[in-house]
Structure formats: structure tokens, C-alpha cells
């Protein structure tokens, strides 16, 4: 028993097809809201079914373009707040602005910590969220975080495809990525881990410096949070093959691809990338394979709705993948 009569659904712009197969999932109708743009830029929402007293379930990733759907959620979430929600969960498959989230020199600002700011103080109860990436953003709200992990979504993936395999060692192509990387190799029977070292002379310039790790022969399977211009990953592959590695694969919960990302990542050394849905990837090609995070978000929304733990599901979900 929910403690809510009625769980509503509702999105914005950023990702409605995967909000469309949560719906499914929960078999619940998506909710009607309009959320369009007035002539002068401004948001403009419009809730059409009543969510009065509802347990209310905003579906939005704040991808790019990362402003607009920011302040889509926020006005949404004051919609849903001044339509009496009984309680507002912000469902937020990737959290934009969260490579901001300390300073590294002076007068820069912490972004992360001020969105989090603002969806709280637009009226959001809860936040549902998906590999962070940095875990320490969750301390910036002071109303409950479920953190999930696409890690083991993925790993069952990474197996089937390499079934026949045994040499497998995970990478993590940046320092940063370390422990991400090796909490994925948790999920392949505790596989090797390498790191390589990775430098940024300019923004969106990448050089490999280095590597710790044997892959002599290996099938690396690199782990990142996100991809953006695809740089980091194509990089890595570049060194691990020049280190002896026979296959590299890739995975990334978060496809963020600046433009031209998907075309120098079919075109690179990797053999296939795997992504989640958390944010659309139109027309991906063949060697970029988009896995579903619907049955994941699904089953914490509706954990969440019945006030059953979500911890379980942080590590081997049994899942309808
Ligand atoms: C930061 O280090 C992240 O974990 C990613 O490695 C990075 O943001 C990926 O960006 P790009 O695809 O542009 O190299």
C-alpha cells in the first residue's frame, strides 16, 4: 500500500521516450502536461490532469540543451507544487551541471550545488538519479537521494557480448574513473583493472600520458560516466591497442555527444559502445548500443511509490531486461 492514492507520471522535453516506456513499465498512463515555449523563449507548462494529493513523478534529464530543460523540471515541479501534489519526485536520469561541482580555481562557481538548490526551493520532495558523477552531489540536497547505478544494466550487457571471452580487464581511462571502473569489474566476475592517465591540454583536447596494467592480448572494457566530444574514450582505445589489447569495448551510462561525437566513435578503434537511454541518441550507428535504463527507473519508481527499499537495487537488479 502507497500511503498515495495515485502515482502520476509526467515529462518534459528532454526525454520523452524514455518516460514513455517508464509508463509502460508502471502500467500507468503518461500523465498530460503541456510544456512548450511561450513567443519570447520563456517555459510554459500546463498540467491537464489533476494531480492533487498524487505521488507525482517528473521525468527529465537535464541534458543539453541543459538550460531549457532545467527550467522545464523547475516549472514543472512548481506546477505540480501549486496543484497540491501530495509529494513531488524529481526523476532525473542525468543531472546537468554536475561536472561543476567544486571549485579548482578561484571565483568559479559550484553549479551543482546551485541547481540542486533550485529544484528543491522550486518544491521537489525527492530526487532519483543515476550515476552521478560525483557522488558527493548528493549531499547537496537536504531532501532524500536515491542514487542508482547503470553499472550492472550494463555489465549484463558487456557479458552476452562477450560470452565466448575469458581475458577480459576493465580500464578506467582517467583517474577520475577509477572507482567507477572498479565497481564494474565487481559485476564481471572481479576481471583485472587498468588505468591510464589521462591529460587535457586544452578543454576538449585529450592525450593519454600513460598506462598501469597488463592488456597484452586482452579485451579491455573501458568504463566512463559520460561522453561528451568522445575523446577520452577514442584516446584510451588508441593506447590500449598500441599497449597489445585485442578488442577494446566501451561503456558509458551517459550519452551527452557534443556534435560529431557519434561519428569519430564509429569511426575509432572501439569495437562497441555501450550507452544507456538516459539521454535520446537519435539514428546511433551500428557499433553504439543503446541500453534502456526504463525497466531500472521503473522499478525505483515504483519502489519509491510503495515506500520499499531501493538499496537493492544499487547492485544486481533483477530485472525484465
Ligand atoms: C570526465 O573526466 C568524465 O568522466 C569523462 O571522461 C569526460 O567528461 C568525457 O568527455 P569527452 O568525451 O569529451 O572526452
Known sequence: MSQYERMVIVTGNANRQLAEAIARYVKRPLGDALVT????????????????????????????????????????????????AGRITAVLPYYGYSRQEKKTVGREPISAKLVADLIQRAGAHRVLTVDLSNPAIEGFFDIPVDHLHAGPLLAHHVQRLLRETHDIVVAAPDVGAVRLADRFRSYLDNAPLAVLFKDRPQPDEVTMQGLIGDVVGKTVVLVDDLISTGGTLIAAADLLEANGART???????????????????????????????????NPPEAIRVISLAPLLAEAINRVHYDISVSELMHQPRLPL
Do not use: C, W
Open 248 to 282: 577494446v569495448i566501451a561503456v558509458a551510462t551517459h550519452p551527452v555527444l557534443a556534435e560529431g561525437a557519434l561519428e569519430r566513435l564509429a569511426a575509432s578503434a572501439l569495437y562497441t559502445v555501450f550507452v544507456t537511454d538516459a539521454i535520446p541518441v537519435p
Open 37 to 84: 515555449r511561450f513567443r519570447d523563449g520563456e517555459t510554459r507548462v500546463l498540467l491537464r490532469d489533476d494531480v492533487r494529493g498524487a505521488d507525482v513523478f517528473i521525468i527529465q534529464p537535464t541534458s543539453p540543451p541543459v538550460n531549457q530543460h532545467v527550467m522545464e523540471l523547475l516549472v514543472m515541479i512548481d506546477a505540480a507544487k501549486r496543484a497540491s
